[in-house]
C-alpha cells in the first residue's frame, strides 16, 4: 500500500520538473543522500555506479534488482525529500523485467525512476519500438503498484556512447523522445550533450523536459538553465570526489605521516547525527 506522504512525493517531484532546473548531485548511499540534503537539495537522484562500486562491483548492471532497491531502500529511510532511483536498464531486456523492476522501486519508497535505452556499456541500445514497449510495462508496473505519479525520467545514450553517425544523432534523440514521451516517459535524460547550441535544439524539439549530465568543464548550472534545460545531474562525480578525497588522505598519512588533507571534513557528531538510533 503506498502512503498519502509518497503520492505527495511524487507530486513534488513532478512539480520540480515543471519550472526551472531541478539540481541533483547524485547519492550513492545513505550518509551521501543525507549529506546531500542537507546541502539543500531539493530531491535525492541516486547513481547507480555509485552503488555498484560500494557494494564491490563494475558499473554496468552488474548488480542485481534486490542489491540495487535495497540501497534505494536504505536512502528513502534516511531522507525527508523525493528520492529517484538509477535502475540502469531495469535489470532484464524484457518489458516484464522492468515491471518488476518498477514495483520494487516503489515498494521501497522512491517516487521517480531513471531507465537507460542502453542493451550494454557501449551499446547497443534497444530500437525505439523495444523501449517504448519497456516504458509502458514501467508505467503499467507504477499504476499496479499504486503510484501513477511515479516520474520516469529515460535515459538514452545515443550521444554517451556516439551512435550512429553524429550528424544523426540529434534527430535520432528527437525520433526516440516522441516515441518515449507516447509511451509514458515523464523526463528525457541526454548524458553526453553538454554543447548549448545543440542541448537548445534538443530542448526546442523534444516533448519532454530534458536533463543533462554535468561535471567539471561543462557549462554552469545557469547556462543549462538559460537553454531551457529542467533537470542537472552529476552522474558519479561526487562519489569519485569522496573517493578521490580518500585516496589523498590516505597516500598523505601513510607517505608523509600528516594530515592536511583531512582537514575541513565534516565533524563527526554532525554525520552521527544525521542517522537515530
Known amino acids: 500500500m503506498v502512503e498519502k506522504s509518497q503520492q505527495a512525493k511524487a ?16 547519492a550513492w548511499d545513505a550518509v551521501s543522500a543525507a549529506v546531500i540534503a542537507q546541502a539543500g537539495a531539493l ?38 525529500i523525493p528520492v529517484t532511483a538509477d535502475v540502469e536498464g531495469g535489470y532484464g531486456p524484457g518489458p516484464d523485467d522492468v515491471g518488476k523492476t518498477v514495483e520494487a522501486v516503489v515498494a ?10 542502453s542493451r550494454a556499456p557501449g551499446g547497443p541500445l534497444f ?12 508505467r503499467s508496473a507504477a499504476e ?12 538514452t545514450d545515443v550521444f554517451l556512447f556516439g551512435i550512429g553517425a553524429p550528424e544523426g544523432r540529434l534527430d535520432d534523440v528527437l525520433a526516440r523522445a516522441a516515441a518515449y514521451a507516447e509511451a509514458g516517459a515523464d523526463s528525457l535524460f541526454v548524458p553526453g550533450l553538454t554543447e548549448l547550441d545543440a542541448v537548445t ?15 567539471p568543464g561543462a557549462p554552469s548550472v545557469a547556462e543549462f538553465e538559460s537553454a531551457g534545460v529542467r533537470r542537472v545531474s552529476v552522474g558519479t562525480a561526487v562519489a569519485q ?3 578521490s578525497t580518500a585516496q589523498r588522505a590516505a597516500a598523505e598519512l601513510l607517505t608523509k605521516g600528516s594530515y592536511t588533507a583531512l582537514e575541513g571534513a565534516l565533524d563527526f557528531g554532525a554525520i552521527n547525527g544525521l542517522f537515530s538510533g
Do not use: C, F, K
Open 201 to 215: 535544439s534538443l530542448v526546442g524539439g523534444s516533448p519532454l523536459p530534458v536533463n543533462v549530465m554535468a561535471g
Open 43 to 80: 530531491a535525492i537522484a541516486t547513481t547507480s555506479g555509485g552503488v555498484a562500486w560500494a557494494a564491490g562491483r563494475p558499473d554496468g548492471q552488474h548488480l542485481t534488482r534486490d542489491e540495487m532497491i535495497e540501497q534505494v531502500r536504505r536512502i528513502v529511510a534516511v531522507v525527508d
Open 241 to 243: 570526489a569522496a573517493y
Open 11 to 26: 507530486v513534488s517531484l513532478r512539480a520540480l520538473h515543471g519550472s526551472g532546473v531541478l539540481v541533483l548531485p547524485n
Open 144 to 155: 499496479r503498484a499504486g503510484l501513477p505519479e511515479l516520474l520516469i525520467n529515460v535515459r
Open 108 to 117: 521501497a519508497g522512491a517516487v521517480g525512476v531513471n531507465i537507460e535505452d
Open 127 to 138: 530500437d525505439t519500438g523495444a523501449q517504448a514497449q519497456r516504458l509502458r510495462a514501467a
